[in-house]
């Protein structure tokens, strides 16, 4: 069964057992799936999963950074709800790899494209992220970059 099944068979759920967070969340969802499906001007049950997941990941990103906003606006009560429909969002995605399974791939792939120096960085960055593939986040990814290559060679 495809991601957009899954979607609504959870919308399904939420609506019956009265989870109006989650049915609101899986809503949004899937309105901006919509909007995805119209820019790739294809039906919303053609996308792929991998599509699914882009923008899901980017629901996921836009919230983590609405968190951090409100948290310095001392909005608590916001941040909570943006913390609740991250949860959603992010059990439709696949788990982040582990922290050094992901320094290992970085260290290859850096080996690999040649790059020596920071300088390298931006080369670096699209080479390891096709590699990685949507399963750590482009932060993390970019902190063992810059880690991992020292600033002149």
Known sequence: ???IAVLQDELKSAMKGGDA???DTIRFLQSALKNTAIDLRKPVADLS??????????LAKQRRESIAQY???S???L???EEKELHILSEFLPAEMEEEEMRKIVAEALIECGAVSRKDGGRAMGFVMKKIAGRASGDAVRRAVNELLPEEA
């Open 1 to 3: 069964m495809g991601l």
């Open 21 to 23: 967070e989650r049915r």
């Open 49 to 58: 999963d991998e599509e699914v997941r882009a923008v899901i990941r980017k």
């Open 71 to 73: 948290r310095s606006g």
């Open 75 to 77: 909005r608590e009560d």
């Open 79 to 81: 941040a909570e709800r």
